[in-house]
């Protein structure tokens, strides 16, 4: 497991995060519903050449979460520039997967943090996005947070197993519902959900244009959360320098098939 013993106050609130080896920076950003132990066989072996930092995004993991907390998509790439600035990172390599690869496209674009790479991973980028499941979460959030536990961790294991190409080991399941366990964690899942705002993802496409540092992006193919033409799509609007296929997985890469997606992020950094 990745050690994330450092804290860093954003807006009042506690971010757990970590680092490890020596170099150039990279910064790896988790998407929903996982957490920085996504990266827990992918950081080490970059860390072998580079200073690898990676955190638990707001409301997630072992960061802080709270009924009050505003955890949407704005907030997260706040956070993300936020947590770069902190680092005294210049022009960092950033490496996002789902709605951190949505983090990773506004903390430039919108924030306008500047990068020396950007790898997208099964990125959340472009509309369409999202699903009949996460309006109806919108609607009835306190009902979904209320489900008995047993019914929420049932729940949770079929979420994960669909973004997954091929059956999840107990010990990568449990990891990742360890910080949804319990009535702060369940209700912070359901929070994350209905949170979701499709006016994030808007603003952020408008303004996606080729850049002055490389794009890679690496996909899943068999991906039935964010279709591969998706990628695709992204790839043209930032004349991405490439397009790793990964051919046996799905959204999860860092599950699926954790070496290809080391071998497609080593050969671009």
Not at 213 to 227: A, L, N
Request: glycine fraction near 8%; charge should be negative; include cysteine.
């Amino acid at each position: 497991m990745l050690q994330l013993k450092e804290r860093f106050s954003f807006d009042g609130q506690s971010i757990a995060w970590g680092s490890m080896g020596a170099g150039d920076p990279i910064v790896l950003v988790h998407g929903f519903p996982w957490s920085a132990q996504a990266w827990r066989a992918i950081a080490p072996w970059l860390a072998k050449t580079h200073q690898v930092f990676y955190f638990d995004m707001l409301g997630t993991g072992l960061s802080e979460k709270g009924e009050t907390q505003n955890v949407t998509e704005s907030v997260q790439s706040n956070l993300l520039a936020a947590l770069i600035r902190h680092w005294e990172l210049k022009r960092p390599q950033v490496v996002g997967h789902d709605f951190g690869g949505l983090a990773a496209l506004r903390c430039h674009f919108v924030n306008g943090i500047e990068y020396g790479k950007l790898h997208l991973v099964n990125a959340v980028a472009v509309l369409p996005s999202g699903s009949p499941f996460y309006a109806h979460v919108a609607n009835y959030e306190p009902a979904f947070a209320g489900l008995p536990d047993y019914a929420h961790e049932a729940f949770f294991r079929a979420y994960i197993q669909a973004a997954a190409h091929y059956p999840l080991r107990e010990e990568s399941i449990r990891l990742y519902f360890e910080p949804w366990s319990g009535e702060v964690g369940k209700a912070a899942f359901y929070r994350q959900i209905a949170q979701a705002d499709l006016g994030n993802i808007e603003a952020a496409q408008k303004l996606y244009r080729p850049t002055d540092f490389d794009v890679h992006i690496s996909w899943g193919m068999q991906d039935t959360f964010i279709p591969s033409a998706q990628g695709r799509q992204v790839h043209k609007l930032l004349q991405a320098k490439s397009f790793t296929p990964i051919d046996d997985a799905s959204h999860m890469v860092h599950e699926d098939s954790p070496a290809a997606l080391l071998g497609a992020l080593l050969q671009s950094i």
